[in-house]
């Protein structure tokens, strides 16, 4: 019988198992690590008299073999600097973004985030429990290509920001909210009761977060698509429509070019709103995620982009990721406002339901005592036309029906936008 083995799997004397031990006092903390977080299962478990060992599988083992100069490229590639010593442990997995936020918020150091490398894949360097430094890498063969020039320019007016090379992010600057907040100021004075809500977001708007200098704002206005109601007076202050979208929430963008601002108007009520604050204040106040996303932007940013767009499209998943976060935090209740209300009943009980407050109409008492009753609220919906001479005696801020949106949904995100950003 032929017998072609080449002694790989042990026979006639070939290594079987490329085992690497790693001797740390912190035996607890490196277990820990590299089994519950990394995830290597355990295949066994020792004890000595006055000491402990587990063996971890990582699945296929190699040992790879490179002389300095290749050492110092590889370096090069994936952090930008010579950083590893004579040994280097490397894990494949099947995300290398998830793996290092893992990772990290298990203690470990990110040394570089994810990289896409030459070989088509995304390599992250971490310095790790037991001193060793270490490489989690994903194949990035299968990844979707960028939105091409044509797919991105539907909807837009104008020409897009071409990049062709690795996008330059800043570091933190104090005045960005300075700026902001003059920028802010500006446009409410040019639109009065059109801007129903304006803040600063973005990253410029994190404290500790690099970012390109771009100020985002968002503007909340009654109807995006009338677009008379704003794009002329706002042009006076120098912002050009550049971007409608009104498939997309209908979405309009308006830029400005000294300063350089990106304004996104949405309906007031939109849950793009929503989400573009909530990720903006989780950020502010979480930072496991603000270093995810720090991680996400540097790693993004070292790569070669033709379109400064095609960079902001990368962030998406993570971006989605920490929004659906912020999201599913405990939501504030309502406080400092009260609706007045004259239209439909029933849609002033809706609403009155949908904000989880009381509904105080004229219906059922009179208005001096609803309003006396609605002064010790939190909130409430006042429903009566009566109701009107005496708004100025409440302690709240006032919202006018007519000012929501129709829409039910959107209308209960209105008030709650409303009330948690007064400013309007």
């Keep these: 019988m032929d017998d072609d083995r080449d002694g790989t799997d042990g026979s006639d004397g070939g290594v079987r198992q ?27 478990s020792f004890s000595s008299p006055d000491g402990r060992v587990t063996i971890l599988s990582a699945g296929r083992a190699t040992l790879e073999i ?5 050492a110092e490229f590889i370096d090069e590639v994936e952090v930008g600097r010579r950083v590893a010593g004579h040994l280097r442990v490397a894990f494949e997995v099947a995300d290398a973004t998830g793996a290092t ?11 570089a985030p994810p990289t896409l490398t030459p070989w088509q894949s995304y390599n992250a360097r971490l310095d790790a429990p037991g001193d060793l430094h270490v490489t989690v ?29 690795p996008v330059v ?26 801007a129903r809500l304006v803040e600063h977001a973005g990253s410029t708007s994190i404290p500790g977060l690099a970012a390109k200098p771009v100020i985002d704002l968002v503007l909340g206005v009654p109807d995006p698509a009338d677009e008379d109601a704003y794009v002329d007076r ?6 050009v429509l550049r971007v409608r979208e009104p498939e997309w929430h209908e979405h309009r963008l308006l830029r400005h070019v000294d300063p350089r601002v990106n304004l996104h108007v949405f309906g007031i009520g ?21 270093a995810f996303y720090l991680r996400t932007k540097r790693g993004l940013a070292r790569r070669r982009w033709e379109l400064m767009q095609q960079y902001a499209d990368a962030k998406g998943e993570v971006v989605e990721q920490i929004v659906a976060r912020a999201l599913r935090c405990e939501p504030r209740p309502l406080t400092g406002v009260v609706v007045l209300a004259t239209g439909d009943p029933a849609v002033s009980a809706q609403l ?12 059922r008492a009179p208005a001096d005592l609803l309003l006396a009753i609605a002064a010790d609220c939190p909130a409430a919906v006042l429903h009566g036309a009566l109701l009107r001479d005496g708004l100025a005696s409440l302690p709240h801020r006032v919202i006018t029906d007519e000012s929501l949106p129709d829409d039910a949904d959107a209308r209960a995100r209105a008030v709650r936008q409303l009330a948690r950003y007064p400013s309007g």
């Design 18 to 44: 490329l085992r690497l031990v790693v001797t740390t006092p912190a035996y607890d903390e490196a277990l820990a690590f590299y089994r519950d977080v990394l995830g290597l299962a355990e295949e066994a």
């Design 66 to 70: 490179t002389d300095p100069a290749n």
């Design 101 to 111: 936020d893992r990772l990290a918020r298990a203690g470990a150091t990110v040394v």
């Design 137 to 165: 890498f994903a194949d990035a063969s299968h990844e979707a290509a960028p939105r091409t020039e044509d797919e991105i320019m539907v909807g837009r007016v104008g020409t897009l920001e071409r990049l062709d090379a």
């Design 169 to 194: 992010l800043a570091e933190p600057d104090p005045a960005w909210p300075v700026v902001a907040a003059q920028l802010v100021a500006d446009i409410r004075r040019v639109l009065g009761p059109v």
């Design 234 to 239: 706002l042009g006076r202050l120098g912002y």
């Design 270 to 290: 939109s849950v793009e709103i929503d989400r573009m604050l909530a990720l903006r204040d989780h950020l502010r106040t979480d930072a496991a995620d603000l």
């Design 352 to 363: 009155a339901r949908d904000l989880g407050v009381p509904l105080l109409s004229t219906e």
